[in-house]
């Protein structure tokens, strides 16, 4: 073994029913190196790095640590953590009912004689070397998504690993925080730590990792230094084809036409959420998008609209109707469909089959009263797997195993099997890989194309450009101001979302 590599696997196979998650791939990692693992959801990534950790048994191929001899069999996480791999994963794994302090070090030593005050004492000592805005002593769940994540870094970092994984560690983190991590991840490089990093951003990648290696479909593409794969190419890879469809993406989006048919409108509508009364309206067809940075009340205003917050004011017409809507319900019965920003959380019923959580809206509306025959959901299932590709051992498979992306295409087909004149979409793509985000912004043209309304939300600029005829920028939560034709550019909506006075032109 190489002096600089500090792990080596070599033909790892790994198969669930029905699907190959791993077919005799390959992956080096370097002392001192930050690699880029990426892929598609479903390419096999997250798949690779239970392995590395324990949390898989492989199937096949072997795993070389630097300072063994032989090839070293990793049962289990505490294996893993034994060898000096630590990980974080892209969901928190911590308990929200423990300090901070014992979150870092739970699992380390026997709990029953734990130092408390000096656990609390190196805990702080690492909070305050990595800029974390948490004490030692306050209960984890009172911090935020952000810092919760941040602790979690810490946990790993401070187990003296030799390979640190990062699996979307900045899904939750804003800019600042980001920084943050990327100071730590360059710290840690220095001192010839190798670091594994998954993200779906990819000019982060591009700022911090000096190595990617791409997986598609469970099978090993290739090992790229960064100067030799541009991001064209690195998405060429990912997706197995040219990139002839996403640079034709925008010239598939309509003009903005002005005011034509209305099919929802409210005038003064606020929340228990804070979100200070406000007027939209949308247009048949139209695709539309509320933009602004974290905070700025984007969410909240939609989740006004759909009702799953509690409503607290203002008017609503559908169609040109007075109706009243106060609960989910009432909007779903006016033909509005809600995809959730918090996929986990709001969309999914871990649990429950691909099946049974697409048919779910379609349930909620002809009520429980009358349930759909088994033959019906699984025409309906089947139907919906295959219209918009969703990758799945079977319609009975627990959605909580599908990749995230697939996940969002579920949630996507529980609305599309309503057939919905208006269909709210916040943050469809986060945490989604390249090729199923073209999926969904494609189809989100094509519904537009077909008459349904979309109001869709996403934290990247570029992306709401790509699709939206129509911006809505919020601040503070409120409106600040409506975008379109040439003033939808990247600049005029920063200036816009700064407080600065857009030009035209």
């Known amino acids: 073994m190489e002096d600089k590599i500090v792990l080596s696997a070599h033909g790892i196979n790994k198969e669930f029913p029905g699907v190959k998650a791993l077919q005799n791939v390959d992956f080096t990692l370097r002392k001192g190196e930050i690699h880029a693992l990426m892929g598609e959801n479903g390419a096999g990534k997250s798949t690779l790095v239970k392995v590395l950790t324990g949390v898989y048994e492989k199937d096949a191929g072997e795993i070389r640590i630097a300072g063994f001899d032989n090839p070293v069999s990793i049962r289990s996480p505490q294996d893993a953590q034994n060898l000096g791999i630590s990980t974080v994963y892209q969901e928190i794994t911590l308990c929200p009912n423990l300090t901070v302090a014992e979150n870092m070090y739970i699992g380390r030593g026997n709990y029953k004689f734990v130092n408390r005050r000096a656990q609390e004492k190196s805990a702080t000592l690492l909070l305050e070397k990595l800029n974390i805005p948490a004490k030692a002593g306050q209960q984890l769940g009172t911090c935020s998504l952000a810092v919760q994540q941040m602790v979690a870094i810490a946990r790993a970092v401070d187990m003296d690993c030799k390979v640190l994984i990062l699996d979307e560690p900045t899904s939750s983190l804003d800019e600042h925080e980001v920084e943050l991590l990327f100071s730590l991840m360059r710290d840690l490089k220095e001192r010839g730590v190798g670091i594994i990093f998954i993200t779906h951003f990819l000019e982060q990648v591009y700022e911090v990792c000096d190595k990617i290696t791409v997986l598609r479909n469970g099978e090993l593409v290739g090992e790229y230094t960064i100067a030799d794969l541009p991001r064209v190419k690195l998405i060429s890879a990912m997706l197995g084809k040219d990139m002839e469809d996403m640079t034709n993406l925008k010239n598939q989006k309509r003009p903005y036409t002005g005011a034509s048919e209305v099919v929802y409108e409210a005038k003064g509508l606020s929340s228990s959420e804070g979100v200070r009364p406000f007027d939209f309206a949308i247009n048949k067809g139209e695709v539309n998008g509320f933009t602004g940075l974290l905070g700025s009340g984007r969410s909240e205003s939609v989740r006004a609209i759909f009702a799953a917050d509690r409503v607290t004011g203002g008017k609503v017409k559908v169609n040109g109707r007075d109706v009243k809507i106060t609960k989910p319900k009432d909007a779903m019965q006016n033909g509005i469909g809600y995809l959730p920003e918090d996929r986990k959380g709001d969309g999914i019923i871990q649990d429950l089959s691909v099946r049974?959580?697409?048919?779910?809206?379609?349930?909620?509306?002809?009520?429980?009263?009358?349930?759909?025959?088994?033959?019906?959901?699984?025409?309906?299932?089947?139907?919906?797997?295959?219209?918009?590709?969703?990758?799945?051992?079977?319609k009975e498979t627990p959605i909580k195993s599908l990749s995230g992306g697939n996940q969002q295409k579920v949630i996507l087909a529980r609305w599309l099997l309503t057939h919905p004149q208006?269909?709210?979409?916040?943050?469809?793509?986060?945490?989604?890989?390249?090729?199923?985000?073209?999926?969904?912004?494609?189809?989100?043209?094509?519904l537009a194309e077909d008459g349904v309304s979309v109001t869709f939300i996403s934290s990247e600029i570029e992306e709401m450009l790509s699709v939206c005829q129509r911006l809505i920028v919020m601040r503070d939560r409120k409106i600040v101001g409506e975008l379109k034709d040439a003033m939808l550019r990247q600049n005029v909506i920063m200036q816009t979302i700064a407080g600065g006075k857009a030009q035209n032109g």
């Open 356 to 394: 049974e959580n697409l048919i779910l809206a379609l349930q909620v509306l002809n009520g429980f009263t009358k349930p759909l025959s088994r033959a019906e959901q699984e025409k309906l299932a089947d139907e919906f797997i295959e219209k918009l590709q969703i990758k799945t051992a079977s």
């Open 422 to 446: 208006y269909l709210i979409l916040d943050e469809p793509t986060r945490g989604i890989d390249v090729g199923t985000k073209l999926e969904i912004q494609k189809q989100v043209l094509k």
